[in-house]
């Protein structure tokens, strides 16, 4: 069949918003609903199981205006099922609908699932893990297989979301793994690289050991098989990453989920486009489908019944597996009011509910920039928080630019940008934005827009950067480099994130694009805790230091602007201030921030009066290093100092 979309006007399409869409299951019956006003049949097939065998039973569902429906009596919790449209004299694929909350292996049918089943004991007192402010977050990124896949992780449900429920797992060095390393750590929230049903790994055949990031979505509302003990089962799955959920919140971690609303794995044979062809995805102008994502589609959010499904789904995920937020994948391809509705709707449930995500797309879109979620947009947005790219840029070089250096590595002459990531990017009177990277103004509302980092799951880890620009460096120097980057991450006005294994100088063996690599590349290999066990002690304290200090998570641009003055005093690779007057209420009265990215010491003048030291080189203490009244103080080479006074600031 031809799959041409430009002749149709998709405005025109109606909009429905009365019951439930998909399965909505009862004890003695269950309804199901299928939104698509272009089929002009639609079966309804049930299974016994989630694959092979024959239908058990073929329903024509009825239509009710842009509804295709049916009723059935009886329990049929367990029952897999597909739908099949007519379109155009064509019968398209089976496939489960794009509601499915269930899945069978593979996510190849749907299946009927009384939801109440897989709740853990206590479920109903599972509590949310909302952060006050975002600022006072630290947000830890994390893929569910590379967790626990090393075979010394001490885990035994390895690559699987109960390998997040084991305590007291260790290493063969004796050391915390697991959840316990992440309670160690002080983390505040885990964010999880996509938990959806995606297209790639073969649930059927686990002995394949196939790997994949996730970001190919097939069904949106159901979790992924393959990190479930039993994905024949379709509600094993869900059972089991509730359990992940209620075990992280019982030690005070929220769990962010990695969502992908801005395309899919599939495009033609999508359960999306084999319900309603076209509707789901942006087309060109000659009708062929729009490619915004470079992954070969691109998701039309601006259509009211593509809105509606990504909100039903994301409240799908906060009601009933208790997410605390979500991240949105290129963010920049999804339109503004659907952000700001979505976030309209996470309000109605808790305002708390993180939200943040990619503020650009990988492609040119059809839908103007104007319209769309970008970064330069970001003060159109309504509480919702941008990754603050231009500060990863600036810390370990340009992700793009093979040996590219940033400040942590030896840079010189990019204070400004360094400067601009430690205020959140907001509007400071002492930068100058015409130094910027690649946006030459303050795009940041306030502190809690921006996330602030340096490494995540794409591109190098912040180890293999290093090495790269740095192919010489003995491992103690590129620590310390680490060590630098991490620590203007953890101390800037903002939201802090940290890729999973930073803290233990993880590395993917230089592979800048690890998606399908594989477990020797991807897995966190948790030898090099103990190998760089001072990197991750320093890690700990860094976290530490912000969770008890409020003035390095100021919450509005006008504490940052009141608080945070700039050193005047210019020193190449050297970026240094003062917060001033107990700021954000914190009971040091002031603090002194000195970064050094040389290879030797500095000498830094400093107002002549009493000053604790609280950090110099690798050593964190806040009950002080040693005191000393000067005007001058050393700073290591490539590490931060922090000085606190009761003094007056200069």
Not at 127 to 135: A, C, Q
Request: hydrophobic share 35%.
């Amino acid at each position: 069949m031809t799959w041409y979309f430009g002749h149709i006007d998709f405005s025109t399409y109606p909009h429905y918003n009365k019951k439930k869409l998909g399965v909505e299951y009862h004890n003695n019956y269950t309804d199901f609903r299928l939104w698509s006003s272009v089929a002009s049949q639609v079966k309804f097939r049930l299974y016994e199981t989630g694959i092979d065998k024959e239908p058990i039973e073929t329903i024509d569902l009825k239509k009710n205006g842009s509804i295709w429906e049916t009723s059935l009596r009886g329990d049929y919790h367990g029952t897999y099922y597909t739908v099949q449209c007519l379109f155009k004299d064509t019968w398209l694929d089976e496939v489960p609908d794009p509601y499915a909350f269930a899945v069978g292996v593979n996510g190849k049918r749907g299946m009927i699932c009384d939801l109440s089943r897989t709740n853990p004991a206590n479920w109903d007192s599972d509590k949310h893990v909302f952060p006050e402010h975002y600022s006072d977050m630290v947000i830890y990124e994390l893929h569910v297989r590379d967790f626990s896949i090393d075979r010394f992780s001490g885990i035994q449900n390895k690559g699987k979301f109960l390998g997040f429920t084991e305590e007291s797992t260790r290493s063969p060095e004796g050391l915390k793994t697991g959840i316990d390393h992440l309670v160690d750590m002080g983390i505040t929230h885990v964010q999880l690289l996509p938990i959806f049903d995606f297209h790639t790994v073969d649930e059927a055949h686990p002995e394949k050991n196939e790997y994949n990031w996730g970001y190919d979505p097939q069904n949106y509302n159901a979790p992924e098989g393959s990190y479930s003990t039993n994905p024949d089962d379709g509600a094993t799955r869900i059972a089991e990453l509730k359990q992940l959920i209620q075990t992280l919140h019982s030690k005070g971690i929220g769990v962010i989920m990695d969502v992908v609303y801005n395309h899919t794995g599939r495009t033609r044979h999508s359960c999306l486009n084999q319900t309603v062809p076209g509707y789901f995805y942006r087309q060109r102008s000659n009708g062929t489908f729009s490619n915004a994502s470079g992954c070969g589609n691109e998701i039309a959010s601006e259509r009211s019944m593509v809105r509606k499904y990504i909100i039903d789904s994301l409240k799908h995920w906060v009601n009933e597996y208790h997410m605390d937020g979500f991240r949105f994948d290129l963010m920049g391809i999804l339109d503004i009011d659907t952000m700001n509705a979505i976030r309209e709707e996470m309000n109605a449930i808790d305002p708390k509910i993180v939200l943040y995500g990619e503020g650009w797309a990988a492609a040119p879109s059809p839908l103007n920039e104007k319209h769309r979620a970008v970064k330069s947009n970001v003060p159109k947005l309504n509480n919702i928080a941008v990754f603050n790219d231009d500060f990863r840029d600036a810390m370990k070089g340009h992700w793009g630019i093979e040996g590219s250096i940033g400040f942590a590595s030896g840079q010189t002459l990019n204070e400004e940008s360094v400067k601009y990531g430690i205020v959140g990017a907001t509007d400071h009177p002492q930068i100058n934005y015409g130094y910027i990277n690649s946006i030459k103004w303050a795009w940041s509302m306030s502190p809690q827009q921006s996330i602030n980092y340096v490494a995540c799951h794409d591109n190098y880890t912040l180890y293999d950067q290093l090495k790269q620009s740095h192919p010489d460096a003995g491992l103690r120097h590129i620590s310390r480099m680490v060590c630098l980057a991490g620590s203007v991450v953890l101390t800037s006005q903002g939201i802090p994130f940290i890729h999973a294994g930073m803290e233990m100088m993880r590395t993917k063996q230089g592979d800048g694009n690890s998606y399908k690599s594989g477990d020797d590349i991807n897995m966190i290999d948790w030898s090099r805790k103990a190998m760089f066990s001072y990197v991750n002690e320093y890690f700990r304290k860094l976290i530490k230091l912000r969770k008890n200090h409020p003035a390095f998570r100021m919450t509005s641009t006008k504490q940052i602007q009141q608080h945070l003055r700039f050193s005047k005093h210019y020193l190449p690779g050297v970026v240094a201030y003062i917060l001033c007057n107990n700021a954000n209420g914190d009971n040091w009265k002031t603090i002194r921030v000195i970064f050094n990215n040389n290879a030797s010491p500095v000498a830094f003048p400093v107002k002549n009066q009493k000053w604790t030291e609280v950090a110099n080189g690798l050593a964190i203490d806040e009950n002080g290093l040693r005191t000393q009244e000067t005007h001058t103080v050393f700073v290591q080479p490539v590490s931060m100092m922090i000085l606190v006074s009761e003094g007056d600031v200069e």
